[in-house]
């Protein structure tokens, strides 16, 4: 009886196993057939080789493949296609395939079709064939020509066809260069910069001696910019350049001009450029501008200069180029507002001075006050990003992300017309009393109030010095402020003065009716300032009174050592009431942390009302101070020696902290208890000390020999003695604490995941290792593991085998070793991958990645093995991903996960074919393709995109092209939280090539937006800045042929809202509620875009000298 289908895949597993063990490749043939029929028989199962033929050829374990097979299929479909009067394309895995190449496959033996064959339905293709009707009309060809740039690009080299200005290209050495994340530049010798005659470098002059390397882009920059739109060059015959779109473009594939697709992106919100690359294209733009183009923006047609104009004002900011700036404002065609438009950073919105302020950006700041930005402008309500251009700056300063310009922030707090409470505090905080002060005196009258209620001036008390001080007083008894206001931190205004020895100061707030409190005294001794103290019992300051913080005045100069303060408080009568108010306790406390044994003698000779507890915190603070002969006369004396405080915890814990064996046994001999183990147990300091005799007494006083504490390894590693005695490579304490009955597999190193077995490999300790195995260690610990990943190949070994041997196939724990797979997947071991997988490692759990305190963060995405294998970039991974697949892990199985922990809804997550398409790897890619991956796996759920969706949001045209002739659907709609179709997700990134791809295959322009967080495609493109798509989008038909107004509405608003002003103003005419601009004439006199009618003579050769 042949084994049933699920008993087949019950023994699937198993079966990938004995494969590995025998060395035996998928898919395979008749004697590793035969060999592994054999093995599978020795462990029970029994099926004939029929049943394996059968079995194997369902899961494509057989090397025999019938090769006539499909190729027959192909001609029945053929032959029914051409029955019908279609015309046919084939692909191949996506890719097309030549019909001499066709032809001469079906002349093969065995591909001969019957007539019969040809009667009923025709089969469905297999193996990766597909046939598809050619497109009819490339509206590529159609669409393109009257974008803004394509018209653009057109008239300015119909204005220089006769000259050798012709746009220049991109070295090809760099796009084909694997290696190579550089582009070649000029380099411009002197101190200015002089433009060059053309457009940009060629190839040519990349390649001489005249060049350096340039981090313009990285290798995956470059190829979205290549992709950004059609390849297509201008017709360059002899006759001139034809006006006919056909002869316009150039179906040869041809290395794009790097110059033209960063001219692009900058015209269209830096379309195929992520924020890091940002200003490196500004400065490639500034290195590579001609006089003629120059000239030709300013009087070019006003949306495409004002939006090229507009986002290099961006890009400006973003670099500091001051200059470039101020010619821009200057410029009034170009209609840039300062206080209208918005750069967009991080996730937030922040108006130009904002983000130049945040950037510190002086001579930026300064262009942009010129023009009248408003510095208190901002865009924001969150409060983590500041509100105007000066908490911007500060904020940015008190981060340490800038460092301090005086300048900068004088120039913005004169331009403000107020001032912040966080500013100002940031101002103390980074003491600049000049500063503090001016702000001051502008601002107090309208915060006065506001000001004093959330105790403003706390940081300047504390930090500026005395003279800023009594001028910040005098400001506020002018305002009629009280100066006996308790700051935020509990102190008023005259105890913090007394504290760092202001006397001036302390003196001006006395005269201004301050009152001198309990603390003041107690201050003014901690300053060891004499001249104040004597000032403060001047004016009545109690010398027996006791403060909260630093005990009586006689208390704080005992701590302080000062035999003149201590004298000066005795003179002042400091003993004549000292049995009075806890002055005592006080005392002996301040005596205990000085080690004065005279002091504490003195104190247990009056007796008073000093209580065991208070010995006692006296004791603490001697042990830790490291007075000997006081802690022993304070245990002597009685002392509470189990007392703890906030801070400290009880004398034993500090004498062991200290090592002072001497104390530790006068404790242990007073009975003092073992069992403190909130901070590090007893047990674990006697470890780390290395005392075995210790330990062992204090087991006998009751300490827990499994106790745990955090370890300086993160704070949420917990090791317990017997972890601190393997990593510090103490054998005898390994054997105590085990023969003392520690856990060696005790549950809450485990739930820490620091392990005795984890530290034994991470200390690379083979014997320990085994040790630990034989004294009943659990293997199942994948951060042992890990530990030995990098270390000792012995060890990895012997705990792999340790743990199947203990937990068989079918019984074996999830996630074991999943994080180790990973790890070596990383480092591209692929012996590792391949023993790891061998052993039946997990595969397939997500491994979420720790910081350097072993925390995982609050967000980010995590990864399976086989994810990793496939987003990591190494030579070898197509092996690594087979080895992968080989062990039936699937490519539509979920590899990837976005997380928040905040966030309690699902979040986003990709299968293994999603991710392959990601890394823009088409061979990685097809192979995928040919072990299964479905194209058609939907968008819904924690699916938040499909795969051809997945290829436009990277921006990978070659991929889309492959899934759109294996038959993805362009139209597949968009999930419903956070979905985007794939035209809308090209919109948004401004990807032309893609769009016209999608539009080809009959992609829907107004597709409805997503339920949640979505938008149409027209909505994106302008929301994004995207001005050319949103004009492609137009022309081909979105927002009902332009006749929807209140979407073409409602996209101008989203344009306006994020600062995309030129594609808002140009909805906007579409709809007739803005007259259309006036587009320069040809000798570059338009009536709006001519500088002399805006009442300014601008010297263009100059503004050229301003890109340096």
Request: with cysteine; net charge negative.
């Amino acid at each position: 009886m042949s084994p049933s289908k699920a008993e087949w895949e019950a023994e699937k597993s198993r079966m990938q196993e004995v494969c590995s063990q025998l060395k035996i490749k998928i898919p395979m043939r008749g004697r590793e057939k035969q060999r592994l029929i054999d093995a599978m028989a020795a462990k029970g199962f029994i099926a004939d080789e029929k049943c394996y033929h059968r079995q194997f050829k369902e899961w494509g374990w057989s090397g025999y493949q019938n090769k006539s097979g499909p190729l027959k299929k192909l001609t029945i479909v053929m032959s029914h296609r051409k029955k019908s009067n279609k015309t046919s394309k084939i692909y191949l895995w996506g890719k097309p395939v030549h019909d001499k190449d066709i032809k001469k496959a079906l002349c093969r033996p065995g591909t001969h079709v019957s007539a019969l064959e040809l009667y009923g339905a025709p089969p469905d293709l297999t193996d990766g064939y597909t046939i598809r009707s050619p497109i009819e009309i490339d509206r590529t060809a159609t669409l393109f020509p009257g974008l803004p740039f394509a018209v653009f690009e057109r008239d300015f080299m119909q204005k220089q066809f006769n000259s050798s200005n012709m746009v220049s290209y991109i070295d090809p050495c760099v796009l084909g260069a694997a290696e190579s994340s550089t582009v070649h530049e000029h380099v411009h010798q002197g101190t200015s910069y002089q433009p060059n005659d053309g457009t940009g470098i060629s190839g040519t002059q990349a390649e001489s001696g005249n060049t350096q390397q340039s981090q313009l882009v990285t290798n995956s920059a470059l190829a979205a910019l290549d992709d950004l739109i059609p390849t297509c060059v201008p017709n360059n015959s002899s006759s001139g350049p034809s006006s006919s779109n056909t002869e316009y473009f150039n179906s040869v594939e041809t290395v794009p001009p790097l110059y033209r697709a960063v001219l692009y992106s900058v015209a269209n919100g830096f379309a195929g450029l992520e924020e890091s690359n940002i200003q490196e294209a500004i400065r490639f733009l500034q290195h590579q501008t001609s006089n003629q183009l120059i000239n030709f923006i300013r009087n070019s047609p006003s949306y495409l200069s004002r939006a090229i104009a507009q986002n290099l004002f961006k890009g400006s900011i973003e670099v500091g180029d001051a200059q470039v700036v101020s010619w821009l404002l200057q410029d009034k065609a170009l209609k840039i507002d300062p206080n209208k438009e918005v750069c967009s950073a991080d996730g937030f919105r922040y108006t130009p001075i904002e983000w130049a302020s945040s950037l510190s950006h002086r001579g930026v700041v300064e262009v942009l006050l010129q023009h009248g930005a408003d510095v208190d402008k901002t865009w924001n309500d969150n409060l983590s990003v500041g509100h105007g251009a000066l908490d911007s700056a500060l904020l940015k300063l008190e981060l340490g992300v800038s460092r301090v310009d005086p300048e900068l922030v004088k120039m913005l707090l004169d331009a403000s017309s107020d001032i912040s409470t966080i500013s100002l505090d940031f101002l103390m905080n980074l003491r600049l009393d000049e500063l503090v002060l001016g702000a001051t005196m502008r601002f107090m009258a309208k915060n006065h109030q506001a000001w004093y209620g959330l105790g403003a001036f706390t940081g300047a008390f504390q930090v500026l010095h005395e003279e800023t001080c009594m001028r910040i007083v005098q400001i506020m008894v002018a305002h009629g402020l009280d100066m006996n206001q308790c700051t935020r931190n509990g102190y008023s205004i005259i105890e913090l003065a007394a504290e760092r020895g202001f006397l001036r100061l302390v003196q001006q707030l006395v005269n201004e009716g301050a009152i001198v409190t309990t603390d003041s005294l107690p201050c003014a001794v901690k300053s060891q300032n004499v001249d104040l103290v004597a000032f403060l019992m001047e004016k009545g300051a109690k010398i027996n009174a006791v403060s909260r913080r630093l005990g009586s005045p006689l208390a704080a100069a005992v701590r302080s050592r000062n035999p003149d303060m201590i004298n000066l408080c005795i003179r002042n009568g400091a003993l004549s009431h000292i049995l009075e108010g806890g002055q005592l306790s006080s005392l002996l406390e301040a005596a205990s942390a000085a080690g004065s044994v005279e002091w504490i003698e003195y104190v247990m000779e009056l007796g008073g009302d000093v209580r065991p507890a208070d010995l006692g915190l006296a004791l603490v603070m001697a042990i830790r101070d490291g007075h000997e002969e006081a802690a022993e006369r304070l245990i002597k004396a009685g002392a509470d020696i189990d007392v703890t405080t906030d801070h400290l915890g009880p004398p034993l814990f500090e004498a062991l902290k200290r090592r002072n064996e001497k104390l530790v046994l006068l404790l242990l001999e007073y009975s003092a208890s073992a069992s403190y183990a909130i901070r590090e147990p007893t047990i674990i300091l006697a470890t780390q000390w290395g005392r075995r005799d210790m330990v062992e007494e204090l087991i006998k006083a009751g300490a827990e020999v499994n106790a745990c504490c955090i370890s300086r390894d993160g704070p949420s590693v917990f090791k317990n003695a017997l972890a601190f005695a393997i990593e510090n490579h103490d054998d005898d304490m390994v054997e105590c604490l085990l023969g003392l009955g520690v856990d060696i597999n005790h549950p809450e190193s485990r739930r820490s995941r620091y392990t005795a077995l984890r530290v034994a490999a991470q200390n690379q300790d083979r014997r320990m290792v085994h040790y630990l195995l034989e004294r009943g260690a659990d293997p199942n610990d994948s951060d042992a593991l890990f530990a030995s990943a990098s270390g000792d190949l012995d060890i990895f070994k012997t705990l792999l085998d340790s743990f199947c041997n203990r937990y068989p196939a079918g019984s074996r724990p999830k996630k074991y070793g999943s994080a180790t797979l990973s790890k070596a997947v990383k480092e591209g071991k692929e012996n590792l991958v391949k023993l790891l997988l061998s052993h039946g490692v997990d595969a397939n759990s997500v491994v979420f990645e720790v910081d350097a305190n072993g925390m995982v963060p609050e967000r980010g995405h995590c990864l399976s093995p086989f994810g990793t294998a496939i987003e990591t970039p190494q030579l070898n991974r197509i092996q690594i991903v087979e080895l992968f697949l080989d062990k039936a892990c699937s490519p539509n199985q979920l590899v990837s996960v976005q997380y928040e922990w905040s966030h309690r809804r699902a979040m986003p997550m990709q299968s293994a074919f999603m991710l392959a398409i990601s890394t823009h790897d088409t061979q990685l890619v097809e192979l995928l393709l040919k072990r299964g991956a479905d194209i058609h796996l939907p968008a819904k759920g924690t699916i938040r995109r499909t795969s051809l969706q997945t290829a436009v949001e990277v921006g990978d045209y070659r991929i889309c092209e492959i899934l759109l002739n294996l038959g993805a659907k362009v139209n597949a709609p968009a999930a419903p939280r956070g979905g985007r179709t794939a035209l809308q997700l090209a919109a948004i990134s401004g990807n032309l090539k893609i769009a016209c791809l999608l539009l080809n295959e009959k992609a829907e322009v107004d597709a409805p937006a997503a339920v949640a967080d979505g938008y149409t495609a027209i909505e994106g493109a302008a929301l994004h800045n995207r001005l050319d798509m949103v004009q492609l989008l137009l022309d081909a038909g979105a927002c009902s042929h332009g006749k929807d107004e209140d979407q073409i509405r409602k996209a101008a608003d989203m344009a306006r809202s994020f600062g995309s002003f030129v594609i808002a103003d140009m909805l906007e005419e579409k709809i007739g509620l803005r007259q259309r601009p006036t587009e320069a004439t040809e000798d570059g006199n338009g009536s709006e875009m001519n500088s002399g009618e805006n009442g300014m003579e601008l010297d263009y050769n100059d503004f050229l000298n301003a890109f340096e």
